[in-house]
């Protein structure tokens, strides 16, 4: 289930008459379920949900609250006549929709000439990424149109397929799932034609790029070039036709899925490219750089008499060089040994097998997310508003939807917390905002109990004592800080919070539920246990000097092309 918001800063139409019908309510609910009879009902709310649901009905309001839940399947409300019937309507004149939300946004941005922006939330899976498509492919409809605006609305479109095909990935709960955040503005001018727009990047699920969790996938690309890619630029690359060949690509034992067809999917990637104005060097860069973090992964590390690494076979070492244009005995070096500077000396101390393969996964980890960095760049860069004049904005944030799997690590963490954050902001400028004005007012109502989930946000956050703080601490201090160190100050330190428990501090009843290197929250959407095995190299995300040096080199080749390189842009673990 996801919820869209909007705040300030007939051909086969037949559900529409039928629930217009009073008579029908019985069968398919009320649309607006500020109508509910027993509107403090939990079980009347669901029921309500339910029957409108079992008539392919997803949309209801809560006022301008619109919630939908994801059908799995493909209805027939998303054409050129739905956008049709739903411009410059009024909002509760027709029965509830994506567009009625998005057309009351856009209208209340020109009427008032105010920024506006849409909220998407839910849990993972719950179709807020395709929210966020509908209303960016109405908003291509519904505005003004002339050749260079729709110049302008293509590319936006466009970048859609590209930052899904970069940033996205199979998970257990959704085959197309979001694995970074996204704020776009779309930038409107004083007559309400779009002129531009500007994407903000956070928190790429970089961990993926070398690790999947069974039954889970890499990020989208890697499978669609390899699957997809022309003969003569899998030459180019040195890649073979079989996902099986990348170590990167077989962690989640999936890397074939019946449901997603990664050859069709490369071609739409290929054309959006075009459309975005990436140029023929641009693409070649973007995949060498791709392909160089498959060969990466398949660099293997043998121990010699000490147990130190040792590289023999170059083969895909020299494919890692030649794509990234780093000399061979450079990487070798930077991936075998670690430099450390004593004054004037420099000493290369070498780095064990497995040590060596965290060298290296980090180094695969720093390329990809660099280098995405740069393609949001490219994407703004295509998007970018040429005319100076004043101009409004409607926000749009797709960001991750909460996750609980069978094992939660830091991911999971990091996720749930940024949700948590966005239910404190709903919070804030629904419930808790609006019965301040009516009190304020003086005006007369029921207050509205609701759970300020500010409680759980603190003890993620709050500054010296909030499970970040904690986890910051352990990784900087001196001596031997270990993912079970940390949880021990975690225990010290949150013994007594509602929302906190582990194994020593449950009753006997829960600790058979809880492992000993486990934590539980009773975040705002429910219980999550989360394993700390990863949780201080993670949040570490230890990049020597050196491999820093390495990992930059394809960028800065980048940026002598005469692109922008952001290196402020945010990213995750």
């Given amino acids: 289930m996801s919820f869209s918001t909007w705040q300030k800063g007939k051909g086969k139409l037949g559900h529409l008459d039928l629930e217009g019908a009073l008579t029908a309510r019985d069968r398919v609910g009320v649309q607006d379920f500020v109508l509910l009879d027993a509107h403090n009902s939990e079980t009347a709310f669901l029921d309500n949900l339910k029957k409108r649901f079992s008539e392919d009905l997803i949309y209801t309001y809560i006022g301008t609250l619109l919630i939908s839940v994801n059908p799995y399947k493909e209805l027939d409300i998303y054409n050129k006549k739905h956008m049709d019937l739903y411009m410059g309507v009024n909002f509760y004149e027709l029965p509830p929709h994506i567009y009625a939300l998005a057309d009351n946004a856009y209208h209340t941005m020109l009427t008032e000439a105010n920024n506006h922006f849409i909220l998407i939330s839910g849990e993972s899976g719950a179709g807020k990424t395709e929210a966020s498509k509908k209303i960016l492919q109405y908003y291509a ?46 930038q409107f001018d004083s007559q309400g034609d779009a002129v531009g727009g500007h994407i903000l990047s956070y928190l790429l699920e970089k961990s993926r790029v070398v690790h999947q969790n069974h039954g889970e996938r890499n990020f989208h690309i890697f499978y669609q070039l390899v699957e997809g890619g022309e003969e003569d630029l899998l030459r180019q690359l040195g890649l073979e036709r079989d996902t099986q060949h990348y170590n990167y690509l077989v962690g989640g034992e999936c890397a074939n899925v019946s449901s997603i067809n990664d050859k069709n999917d490369w071609k739409t990637v290929k054309n959006a490219l075009s459309v975005i104005h990436f140029d023929e060097s641009d693409i070649e860069h973007l995949f060498g750089v791709i392909a160089s973090v498959l060969h990466l992964g398949n660099v293997h590390f043998d121990g010699d008499m000490k147990g130190y690494a040792v590289l023999h076979s170059n083969a895909e070492l020299r494919w890692v060089s030649k794509l990234i244009g780093v000399h061979v005995q450079v990487l ?129 956050e709050e500054k010296y004592r ?64 989360y394993c700390v095995v990863g949780f201080i190299d993670k949040n570490n995300d230890l990049l020597y000097r050196h491999i820093k040096e390495v990992s930059g080199l394809k960028l800065r080749d980048y940026a002598e092309a005469g692109r922008k390189q952001d290196d402020s842009a945010q990213s995750g673990p």
């Fill in 332 to 460: 070798q070096e930077a991936l075998s040994y670690r430099k450390i500077e004593a004054k004037t000396d420099e000493v290369m101390c070498p780095f064990t097998v497995d040590h060596a393969v965290y060298v290296r996964d980090a180094l695969a980890k720093a390329i990809y997310g660099r280098t995405f960095t740069w393609l949001v760049n490219r994407i703004n860069e295509s998007l970018e508003n040429q005319d100076s004049t004043r101009k409004t904005v409607i926000g749009l944030l797709d960001i991750y939807g909460f996750e609980v799997f069978y094992v939660n690590s830091f991911e999971q963490f990091c996720i749930n917390y940024c949700n948590e954050k966005l239910q404190q902001l709903f919070i804030q400028l629904t419930l808790k905002a609006e019965q301040e004005e009516y009190e304020a007012e003086g005006i007369e109502w029921e207050p509205v109990q609701f759970f300020n989930n500010k409680i759980i946000c603190d003890l993620v």
């Fill in 466 to 529: 909030g499970i970040i703080s904690v986890l910051d601490e352990e990784c900087l201090r001196p001596g031997d800080a270990t993912d079970l160190t940390f949880l021990e100050k975690l225990e010290e330190k949150m013994g007594n919070h509602p929302h906190f428990v582990t194994h020593k501090l449950a009753d006997k009843k829960t600790r058979k539920t809880l492992d000993r290197g486990d934590f539980r929250l009773l975040h705002y959407a429910g219980e999550v246990t």
């Fill in 141 to 186: 409809v519904s505005c003004p149109s002339s050749a260079l605006l729709d110049t302008v609305r293509d590319r936006m479109l466009m970048s859609n397929p590209v930052l899904e095909a970069f940033g996205n990935a199979k998970t257990l709960k959704n085959d197309n799932s979001s694995r970074f955040g996204k704020y776009m503005d779309i």
